[in-house]
């Protein structure tokens, strides 16, 4: 908390008023140099790390990391959300604890439990995430189609 | 334990189809006898008290993933996923990634990913991990890209507008005032855990991880009764469609491809069999005509950009045909 508060007070004084802690709901959410999607990645915040909001344009946010300043980019705005987010309890040898508060979730340790009890096969699921389109490719498929290549720098 | 769990997953995958693109699907969730005795009997396996008091709060997006991931599982047992037709499903999922990358949302907790299924049947759903599934009886009905990208951009709307997700909420909250026991469904998994031993756990940590199991196992259920049950509503139907329309133009797409695809849906004879909350087609063109009517005119350099993408269309799609195994 005083932590938050050293931060909050370092912030130039525009942000001040505006400045609103939010969590990053995407794993890992990439950092962008510029407010669009193709822009160019300049680092990666993990999922439920805390930031905070520096400026907004359109659907885009100018992020801060709270527990390390020096980290800083553009984001969608819906890669955050404003209830905090419990560290994922993702290990299979997450402590007991860590699943109790995971209770109500699901993650790869209640996953593998399910698949066993269920016969359900990921294996499926992880042949289909792997299907999907990287951005440079979709950006050279949209410049080719004649398409929005969601801001892609030259 | 087994069977019922088996139909637990079948018939919330009969849940999931209500929610997708299928207008003139041929699949029909009602149309299982059975249904209502096994929901009688799923009712009784519910989770203690303080799981559902914990199910109540938000799910979360990690959560939303893993739930994603387990009705990708069960849509994947009821259907051939078409694990050979490389060159289609790369450019289904280049259309998907151009379409997100230019809405509003271009990332999920994870991300987004097209898979074809193999089957006649007319349908696209979308889990809330961002697993789409079109299947290449709707590849069939569609002849240009712009169509396919009507497809893809409504099931996307889905998945950024939470749909599926609402209805777990909804259920959840729901699940915690009705009547539960959880004695059966918990022996059951204590017994099947003990035999295994696939995790290096504790036994109370185990019991804490089956409750987990046990409180998701809810969630389907729940989503099985308010999916099968109503569908998504016609609201949400249309707002799927509106939003795609919006997400088809901000990526260059042309929004009226829409109406081209509903009006094939129209024109199919499966069309038919769906619950009275889905609408159809020719309600969902009326709204459609009405949003596009409110939305910018066209660049007029579309039609012919349109021509460049129908080209490729025509390519992919022949080869797609070539190699299709019938």
Redo the contacts between chains.
Sequence with gaps: MLFLVVICLSLPLMAASKAKTQYV???P??LKAKPA??SKKIGSIE?ASAVIVLQEEK?WVYVQLVDDKSVEGWL????L?S?K??D?ANS??A??DE??L?????????????????????S??D???S?????D???A??Q???????GAEE | MKRLHLSIISALFAAILVSGFTSCASIDPFADGGYSSEMAVLGAITSSVQSIEKASETITPEEEYYIGRSVAASIATTYPVDQGSYQMTSYLNKICETLVMNSDKPYLYKGYYVVILDTDEINAMATPGGHIFVSRGLIDCTDSEDALAAVLAHEIAHVQLGHSVQAIKASRVRAAVSDTTKAVAVTGLVAANNRSGGLNLSEKEMEKVMEAVNVFSDASNEVVKTLVNTGFSKEQEFEADKNALYIMQSAGYDPYAMLDMLEQLEESPSNEGWGSTHPSPKDRIKKVNKELSAMAKANPAMKEAKQVRKERFNTEYEDYRIFEID
Excluded: C, R, W
Aim: hydrophobic share 40%; glycine share 8%.
């Design positions: 709901a995407i794993d959410a990439p999607a193709s999922y659907s969608p705005a819906s890669a959300t209830k987010i419990k994922k299979t040898s402590n007991a699943i109790a995971a209770g109500k979730g699901f993650n790869s340790t209640i996953e593998a439990v399910y698949a066993e009890q269920y016969e359900m096969n990921f499926i699921v042949y289909i995430e299907l999907g389109a990287d951005q490719e979709a950006i498929f949209a080719e189609g004649q398409l929005n290549d969601g």
